[in-house]
């Protein structure tokens, strides 16, 4: 079955840095667009980070020359390495699988992982 699986998440302090994966299983993944979101407490999902099937990648302004986002097609996983971290860039992060293909919409989201930067 269809499976994305973040991890890397945990503790920081300002300015540290953490990598985040997303393992992904049960589809082609290769074929996806892949999305890094973000939910603080009481704040709605925002996007952070994309990076395209071809590779092609864009970001929030807000993580923009601190975050990166970068794929391994043989491992089927999508990564974001976060440096200089903030307080702000505490949330939950998920990663999302997004496909258009044959009239059909196909959209997976992982489980999240936390990541809490305090000192």
């Known amino acids: 079955q269809v499976q994305l699986v973040e991890s890397g998440g945990g503790l920081v302090q300002p300015g540290g840095s953490l990598r985040l994966s997303c393992a992904a299983s049960g589809f082609a993944f290769s074929n996806y667009v892949m999305r890094w979101y973000r939910q603080a407490p009481g704040k709605e999902r925002e996007l952070v980070a994309i990076?395209?099937?071809?590779?092609?990648?864009n970001y929030a302004d807000s993580v923009k020359g601190r975050f990166t986002v970068s794929r391994d097609n043989v491992k089927s996983t999508v990564y974001l390495q976060m440096n200089i971290l903030k307080p702000e860039d505490t949330a939950v992060y998920y990663c999302?699988?997004?496909?258009?293909?044959?009239?059909?919409?196909?959209?997976?989201w992982g489980q999240g992982t936390q990541v809490t930067v305090s000192s």
């Open positions: 999302n699988a997004d496909r258009a293909w044959g009239g059909t919409k196909y959209n997976y």
């Open positions: 990076i395209t099937a071809g590779g092609s990648t």
